[in-house]
C-alpha cells in the first residue's frame, strides 16, 4: 500500500468529503468523513479496499466490505474496518454489527481477530442457514 493511500467515507450525494477522521491509518495517510456511510482505500488511481454501513436502531450495521484479490494480506480491509468503526463513533454509534456467511473464513478470521464477537442473527437474514452475525462494542 503506497503511503500516499488514503481512507474516504463518503455520505452520500451531499458529501463534502472534508471533515477529517483519525482512522489509524499509516503516517502520511489521511481519511475524510462526511455522513459515514461509504469507506474507500485507494492505491494511486486504483480503489483496492472498499465498505460502508448504515444505522440499525442505534448501531452502526457495517453492509458491504471488498478487498481486490491484489491487495489482499496488507491490513487493507483492517483500515477499512477501523475507518468504519470511528465513522460510526463519530456519528454516535456504540457498536458496530454484521452478518456474513459461514464459507467466509477470511471474513470471519479478520472479524474475530478485530474483536468482534458472535451474537444473535438479526435482520432480513435472521434464521437463514448459514448466516453468522457478530458484533463489537466501539
Not at 474507500?40 to 460502508?52: I, Q
Not at 444505522?55 to 480491509?77: N, Q, S
Not at 456467511?101 to 472479524?111: H, M, N, S, T
Amino acid at each position: 500500500m503506497a503511503a500516499d493511500s488514503q481512507a474516504l467515507v463518503a455520505g452520500g450525494p451531499a458529501a463534502d468529503l472534508q471533515a477529517p477522521v483519525s482512522a489509524g491509518l499509516a503516517a502520511g495517510s489521511r481519511s475524510f468523513v462526511s455522513g459515514g456511510m461509504e469507506v474507500g482505500v485507494p492505491a494511486g488511481e486504483r480503489l483496492v479496499g472498499c465498505g460502508g454501513w448504515r444505522r440499525h436502531g442505534e448501531d452502526a450495521e457495517l453492509k458491504r466490505m471488498f478487498t481486490i484479490a491484489a491487495a489482499r494480506g496488507r491490513g487493507v480491509a483492517r483500515r477499512v474496518l477501523a475507518a468504519i468503526e470511528e465513522s460510526a463513533r463519530e456519528q454516535g454509534c456504540k457498536r458496530v454489527i454484521l452478518e456474513t456467511g459461514d464459507k467466509q473464513p477470511e471474513a470471519i478470521a479478520l472479524y474475530e481477530k478485530c474483536g468482534y464477537e458472535r451474537i444473535e442473527d438479526f435482520g432480513y437474514y435472521k434464521g437463514e442457514p448459514g448466516v453468522l452475525s457478530y458484533a463489537r462494542t466501539l
